[in-house]
């Protein structure tokens, strides 16, 4: 129950390509050891958003 009132509310939000992506958001200050070094052990590419492609 409480699973489908969250994504009954998550689906009212902006697509993810609209969301404004602020300074203190997705900082990296070296990489991680897994993956490609970018994203967290716990990153959801269906949830998480990470614009590093956008100029500013």
Do not use: C
């Amino acid at each position: 129950m409480l699973w489908n009132e969250h994504w009954e509310h998550w689906s009212h939000l902006p697509p993810l390509e609209e969301r404004v992506e602020y300074p203190y958001q997705n900082i990296r200050t070296r990489n991680y050891q897994w993956g490609d070094g970018d994203k967290t052990a716990f990153w959801n590419d269906s949830v998480n958003y990470h614009n590093k492609d956008k100029v500013k």
